[in-house]
């Protein structure tokens, strides 16, 4: 009963904006940090954001501040990204993921994952 799911994911015009969501089974990532990843085409994974257990910190990555919200609802068993202002630099395979620790930056390898969710920013 371990399972991460995305969606929410699809095309886009730049300046437009996207909600991923993420629906996960098993109690235990209600109090455990949750966290967005992504991977651009011909690159290496990023860490996006991160959200602690009860939502009230959360990190953010400098290319996506101001632009991106991360939030959580515990009761839905769901973490969400809200993505604004996109830009074709955003277009990505997006995964969701989850760790006991709270932590945040790229070479941060979370527990757990998704199947991930293709984002596509066009220009």
């Known amino acids: 009963q371990v399972q991460l799911v995305e969606s929410g994911g699809g095309l886009v015009q730049a300046g437009g904006s996207l909600r991923l969501s993420c629906k996960y089974s098993?109690?235990?990532?209600?109090?455990?940090?949750m966290a967005w990843f992504r991977r651009p085409p011909g690159k290496e994974r990023e860490f996006v954001a991160s959200?602690?257990?009860?939502?009230?910190?959360?990190y953010y990555t400098d290319a996506v501040k101001g632009r991106f919200t991360i939030s959580r609802d515990n009761a839905k068993n769901a973490v969400y990204l809200q993505m604004n202002s996109l830009k074709p630099e955003d277009t990505a395979v997006y995964y969701c993921a989850s760790d006991q620790s709270f932590m945040f930056g790229t070479s941060w390898i979370p527990r757990y994952w998704g199947q991930g969710n293709q984002v596509t920013v066009s220009s």
């Open positions: 098993g109690r235990t990532f209600r109090s455990w940090a």
């Open positions: 959200i602690n257990w009860n939502g009230f910190s959360s």
